[in-house]
């Protein structure tokens, strides 16, 4: 096999992702420079081929993070109706008396609460 000789410049990130595969792989910055490029030209021969199967496939992980972010948005209102049949019933229980904009400033702190221990790692 007749070898051709090349000069190559690259830049600082390049030169030290090249070391450290090298010694990861236990070969020299050149050798491994020369897997880099032959594995750049096959790849820029043969590239993979978009077939419809990964299409479909990322439409539908789409659709189910769209469909997350609506459960979420539904499970949040939920939390937010519970908290304030919750602070009207207590305050109904111990003889009213509390104005809207009370009953609607504990709805907030008891959504907060939750919304704080739903959000603690166990």
């Known amino acids: 096999m007749t070898l051709a ?4 410049r690259l830049p600082a990130a390049i030169e030290k ?3 450290t ?3 990861q792989q236990g070969i020299s910055p050149y050798a491994m420079l020369q897997r880099s490029v032959e594995a750049g030209i096959a790849a ?4 993979p081929v978009a077939d419809d199967g990964s299409r479909e496939l990322i ?7 769209t469909r997350l972010a609506d459960i979420e948005r539904l499970l ?3 939390l937010h109706t519970a908290c304030a049949a919750y602070c009207y019933a207590r305050s109904a229980a111990m003889g ?8 609607t400033a504990e709805t907030q702190r008891a959504y907060d609460r939750q919304r704080a221990t739903a959000e603690e790692r166990p």
Do not use: M, Y
């Open 76 to 78: 949040d209102r939920t």
């Open 5 to 8: 000789r090349h000069n190559i």
């Open 44 to 47: 820029q021969l043969n590239p």
């Open 17 to 19: 992702a090249l070391h």
């Open 21 to 23: 595969l090298a010694e």
């Open 59 to 65: 439409v539908e992980v789409a659709s189910i993070s």
């Open 96 to 103: 009213g008396g509390k104005s809207d904009e009370v009953i």
